[in-house]
Structure formats: C-alpha cells, structure tokens
C-alpha cells in the first residue's frame, strides 16, 4: 500500500537524522521527547487520571546531614519553623565499597531510634544499588556490573542490610533504591542496560522483602525530566514499587515552574503515571539551583506537594538549594519559613502500612566480596556537602547487629564519608 511505503520511508528517513547526531549533541527536550519509543501521550489524546489530593499536609523533613551526628538538626530545623513537626528523616548510605551498602550498625541503630521514638515519623535512606557509587565508572563496566547483580551476585549484602535494618528497628525504612538512575552521575545508573537494571532492581527487593518482619517501602525515585534516558524505560513494575518519586531542583537556567510541569518526564508526567498505577507520591529531592534565590520556585513547589498525592517530601538543605543553613538564599528563605512555619504534618497512623510478601528468590553463589575502593574525589561541579571523615564499616553477621539494637542509643562511632548526591 502507498500509506504503507509513505510510513517506511519516513521511519528510515528518522533513524538516519537521529543515527547522524553525534553522541553527547544537546537536543532540546521536544526533539528528545519525539525520538522516545515510550513517550507519553500528548495531552488531551486519552483521559487524564484522577490525581489525589491529600487531606492533610504531607509529611516533610529535611536533608541536613548524612550520618547519626546530624540526628539533632532535626530538631533544631523544626525550631526554627516555628516548632513545626519534622516527621521525615532523610539520610544516605555511602557508596564507596560493599561494607558502606550493608550499612554501618550504629549509624543504622541511631537513626531507627529517631524513628522508633515517634510514630508519626519515617526514615527514608537511600541504597546505592553499586560500588564505587561516585567514581565515574564507564558504561561498559556499569553494564557489566548490573549484569552480576541481576544474577545475584551481590544479593549477600543487601540481605545483610535489610537483617540489619529489622534488628536495630527500621523494618519500616522508605528505601530509594538507585535514586536518579535516569541520569549520568552515579554508577547505579539505568541507561547502559535498562533490562538488567530493572531485573537487578526487582531482585534486590525480593532480597530484602525476604527477611522476617520487614515492612520496607521501595521508592523509584529518577531526576525530574528526560535526563540521560526517559526514566519509564528503568521503571521496574508495580509488584516491586511502592511509592514512585521524583528530586526535582530549580534547573535548568531560565526554566520556569510551568515548564517543569509540563516538560517531557516532568511534574506532570509523574503525578499521572503514579495515578494509573495506584501509587503515591514523593519528592525526596528538592531545591534551588541554577536560578539562585527564587521565592517563585519555593511557593510553587510547596503548593505543588501540597495539592498531590504525595508520601512526603524533604528539601535538601545546603548551599545552593536549601534555606536554613545557606545564607545565600534569604528571599526564599524567609518564604518557605512563612509557609512551614507551625505545620502538624500528617496525623499519626495516616500513612498506609505496605504488604510485606516475602517472594522465594533462587540463591546464588556468594562470591567473596570485592576490595573496598578508595572514596573517590568529589566533582568540581558537586554542591559542598557537610563535613565528613572515613567509615568504619561492620563485617561481622548478622547475630553481633542483633546485640547492637539494644545499645546503639549510648555508642558513638566516627561518621562515615558522606553520599549526599552530587548535582549537575
């Protein structure tokens, strides 16, 4: 048929303009959007879901440090907002070597016991899915490496972590797992084999979903925007996703809120996705950025949080996105202090409890752990990060975890090199 010729010759003519553009040429996000296979429905082309809208404010906190030291900012943070009620805790694993992915127990221990002493508070970490997490690893060898944990050679660790988690009291941990995996800055990234990626991702739940009395909430949680790959392509199915989020900065230069709302993989994007699939969500990055002190983007984004079925949302609170410890910020600053200030956050017992299947996975060999790597520099174009020094990493099983749960509240322990994530 001629409609069938027509059609043929426009799709070679496609794949030689897009086989001509040079790797690393910027597109703009039209052109990107256009040559993805999985792009969204152009709006209005099918029925919108029906977003929800929450009754309550939803639960917030801050990042204001990685390790158990930064444990009373929190409170310090809520002071300053007028004694408000700061119910998320926000920290991360380091990602240096496969001791940091098994967690430090004291560290572990500390930050479960913030947690235990309110129950309207949650503790979101995020797991690196890959070591040296930070440490420009090639392509070829971040697929190859996703290729290993997808067949499980790296499951020993995150069952360790997730009997460490239980034991010292955070069966309940909101985990964003790979966080920003549609980007280019952590070797966890998605884009050098999405199919291994999702089917590493979906074992390490399983892994962790296994341990007894375990009541985690996974959080796939990409970059606001296409990035480096749409992040539908990474999405690893609804079985083995409980919240679907999003870190979303004041980036790029001379972007307005509206076109983070409407851009391809944007606000928008998110907030329907999450909606066809019955799921919640949450924004555990957020933040100024490349468009300094911008009250505009704080107001919005508040009211954007606040009008959506979001888990709960922490700023990351440093120079350049945050408005507590960056003086640089004071239009904004005295903003989001206006429109925080006194908040009760969500009633006690608001937030769902998850189902906890515990799938059988097939064991695999458990090779000997690999040598832990030196910390790598951080990139010139990384925000500064709170101070930090070297971890000392637990090797010991699981049974020296569980005699820890009962006196982690009096240890002390050097804080563990910092994992905050570096900005593009």
């Known amino acids: ?25 910027p597109l ?7 040559l993805s296979s999985d792009a969204f429905q152009p709006r209005g082309a099918a029925p919108r879901p029906v977003v929800q809208r929450p009754s309550h404010e939803p639960p917030f906190g801050a990042f204001v440090g990685s390790w158990d030291r930064y444990i009373p900012q929190i409170g310090r943070y809520a002071q300053w907002l007028g004694n408000a009620n700061l119910q998320v805790g926000h920290t991360y694993l380091a990602g240096n070597s496969w001791a940091d992915i098994e967690g430090e127990p004291v560290v572990l221990g500390l930050w479960s016991q913030w947690r235990l002493a309110d129950p309207s508070r949650t503790l979101v970490l995020g797991v690196p899915m890959l070591v040296p997490n930070e440490a420009g690893v090639p392509d070829g060898e971040v697929a190859r490496l996703l290729g290993q944990g997808a067949r499980g050679d790296f499951d020993q660790h995150f069952l360790r972590l997730a009997r460490r988690l239980v034991a010292l009291g955070g069966a309940d941990t909101v985990l964003t797992l790979g966080w920003e995996m549609n980007g280019v800055t952590y070797t966890h990234r998605c884009k050098p084999d999405p199919t291994a990626w999702k089917a590493y991702w979906r074992r390490i739940v399983s892994v962790m979903r296994s341990v007894p009395g375990q009541r985690f909430r996974f959080d796939f949680a990409p970059n606001r925007g296409l990035d480096a790959i749409p992040w539908t392509k990474c999405y690893p199915g609804d079985d083995v996703v409980d919240i679907i989020g999003m870190d979303s900065y004041d980036q790029p230069a001379g972007a307005t809120f509206d076109d983070y709302v409407r851009e391809p993989y944007g606000l928008q994007d998110q907030v329907e996705f999450a909606a066809k699939r019955g799921k919640p969500v949450s924004y555990p990055e957020w933040g100024l950025f490349r468009n300094g002190d911008n009250p505009q983007f704080v107001q919005r984004m508040v009211e954007w949080i606040r009008t959506h079925d979001t888990s709960y949302q922490t700023v990351t609170d440093y120079c350049p996105h945050g408005f507590w410890q960056c003086g640089q ?14 908040s009760k956050g969500a009633p006690a017992g608001s937030q769902p409890t998850p189902p906890a299947p515990a799938p059988k996975i097939t ?3 458990s090779p000997a752990a ?7 520099p951080s990139p010139a174009a990384t925000a500064p990060a709170p101070p930090s020094a070297t971890a000392t990493a637990a090797s010991s099983p699981s049974a020296s975890d569980s005699a820890l749960a009962s006196t982690s509240a009096s240890a002390s322990a050097e804080p563990a090199p910092s994992s905050r994530p570096a900005r593009r």
């Not at 910020?329 to 006194?342: D, I, V, W």
């Open 363 to 365: 064991p695999a060999p």
């Open 1 to 25: 048929m001629r409609i069938g010729r027509l059609a043929l010759a426009a799709a070679a003519l496609l794949l030689l303009t897009t086989a001509s553009v040079p790797a690393g040429t």
């Open 329 to 342: 910020n004071p239009r904004s600053s005295a903003l989001f202090k206006q429109l925080m200030t006194g």
């Open 370 to 376: 690999p040598a832990s790597p030196t910390a790598p």
């Open 28 to 34: 703009s996000q039209t052109e990107r959007h256009s």
